[in-house]
Each structure stands twice: as C-alpha cells, then as structure tokens.
C-alpha cells in the first residue's frame, strides 16, 4: 500500500512539472508568435555603427521575431572574413569595389577572383556619404581646405592621417591626392601621413590630436562632434555608395530580405539623414 500510495505521489509530482513546462512553452510561444527567434547576422561598414544600433533598437522592438547581431570593421576586412567562410546574412559596404568582388554577376575587373558571395538579385544602393577633411579642436595647423592640404603637404608642414588602401576611406583619399598630384609614398616616408585601419580609427587620430588633419565620412565628422573644414567634391573622389546585399550562405533569407526594405524605409533614412547620410 505504502509502495502504491507513493507511485501515484512520484505521478502527481510529474504531471505538475510537465504542466508546468507546458505553460511556461505556451507562453513563450505567445511572446514569440509560435516561433523561435530569428538571429540576424548583419556585417557593416564601421561608419554605420552609430545609425544602425538606432535602428536595430526600434526594429527589434517592432519584430519580436527577429534578434540583430553586428560586425562592424573596415569594408575590406569585412569582405575578407565573408570570403573565409564567415556567417552572416547580410552585408554594407562603404563601397561598391568589395561587394563587386564577391558578387559573381560582375565582370572579372571588379571580381577578379570570380567570388559568389552575394545574391545579385537582392543587392541594393542604399546610401550616399560624403568624404569630409577634419581637424583636431581648435585647428592648430590652420588647414583650411583641400587646397590648402595640398600645399602644406608638399611643403611638409603638417600630418595627415587616413584609411589604409584597403578601407574605402582610404581609397577615397588616394583619389584625392592623385587629384591633386600627390606622392602619397614619398609624403608618408617623409612622416607626414599616418594610417588608420578603418575610419574609426582615423577619426580617434584627429581627435587625440595626434594628426593635425583626417579625411573621414561626414557621418563619422558629425557622430565625433569634429566640424568639417571641407567636402570631397565628386570629380575629387567620385560618389560614396553604400550598397547592400544578402548573403547566398544566409539560413535566414526572408527575414534578411526583410531587414534589407525596412534599411530602406522612411523610419530608417531618418536615422541615416539624421548623421549626414542621404537616399541614392
């Protein structure tokens, strides 16, 4: 009797436990919509880390479905680690050369080593930047422009810093300086340019003060508090696109494809125009 009594004790015991994970399932279902979160992996140029973590609060606030992870680094880095096989549903680029050279719809003069990375069917032109020359505060070396950048860079009387050939930014500024007929090899050999890996790392030179003048995104200029003394023009540089593109590796196309037009919506581009970014 006392061997019944506590078999069906140990029963009670249990059917309350399974009630009690059922429930809990139940309304962990009602919180997700029957569904198991999503986890969204978005690699992202360095410049949009300020933007994007705005909208990603107010998207996942919106999407209960969906949880956003970042990578953000410097376009080239992040080409390269999708190259080696990293995970990740979505990439932007500050550039069109590093999503060329993984999209396989382009010719062997943008994508040389013939990568298939990206779905070309889904890849966008999402914004517009401008390439701006900053100063620390107070602007000890009074640079005053581009042309006045020029002139005190061949005379060596103040330091630049910029992005390393394979950061957008600072292949933007070799443009500029070829622009002007610049030796970027002798000038840096000299000790009066300085390298950051990506524009981040730029912008924290100009603001220690450690390079008298930067050249970085006008969003990265207004997000460090730093006052433009001049833009890039188009026949400087040329134009400053971020496209976007899922990953043909994503195992989360819809919600990316998702992800992707809400980056185009209204509520997004008055985040990106809020920083000095612009619509195509």
């Known amino acids: 009797m ?8 140990l029963a ?7 009630g009690l994970v059922g429930c809990g399932q139940d309304k962990k279902d009602q919180v997700n919509g029957g569904k198991e979160k999503v986890k969204l ?11 994007l973590n705005k909208i990603k609060a107010d998207y996942e606030k919106e999407h209960p479905n969906v949880e956003i992870t970042y990578n953000f680094d410097s376009s080239g880095t992040l080409k390269k680690q999708i190259q080696n096989g990293a995970d990740a549903d979505i990439f932007i680029s500050a550039a069109q050369k590093q999503m060329n050279q993984l999209d396989a719809a382009k010719d062997e003069t943008a994508n040389p080593d013939k990568l298939d990375f990206i779905k070309s069917d889904s890849r966008i032109d999402l914004l517009e930047n401008k390439v701006v020359l900053v100063t620390p505060e107070g602007n000890p ?8 950048l020029a002139a005190k ?16 930014v600072g292949q933007y500024t070799e ?20 390298y950051g890996s990506n524009v981040k790392e730029v912008t924290t030179q100009v603001l220690e003060g450690s390079a008298d003048c930067g050249v970085v995104y006008a969003t ?7 006052k433009p003394v001049d833009q890039a023009t188009k026949e400087m540089c040329g134009q400053i696109i971020y496209p976007a593109a899922i990953l043909k590796n994503s195992k989360n196309q819809d919600a990316a494809k998702d992800f992707l037009t809400y980056l185009q919506s209204d509520a997004a581009m008055k985040i990106f125009e809020s ?6």
Not at 41 to 51: K, L
Not at 175 to 194: H, P, Q, V, W
Not at 220 to 226: N, R, Y
């Open 2 to 9: 006392k061997n019944w009594k506590k078999f069906i004790s």
């Open 141 to 148: 070396k009074h640079v005053e422009s581009f042309n006045d």
């Open 41 to 51: 992996t978005v690699f992202a140029a360095a410049s949009m880390t300020e933007t």
């Open 153 to 168: 860079l061949k005379d060596g009387s103040v330091r630049l810093v910029m992005g390393n050939n394979d950061v957008p």
């Open 275 to 280: 920083v000095g970014f612009s619509r195509v």
């Open 12 to 18: 009670v015991v249990a059917a309350l436990a399974v």
């Open 220 to 226: 990265d200029a207004f997000s460090a508090k730093l």
């Open 175 to 194: 443009k500029i300086l070829k622009f002007y007929n610049l030796d970027e090899k002798a000038i840096a050999a000299a000790g009066n340019i300085t």
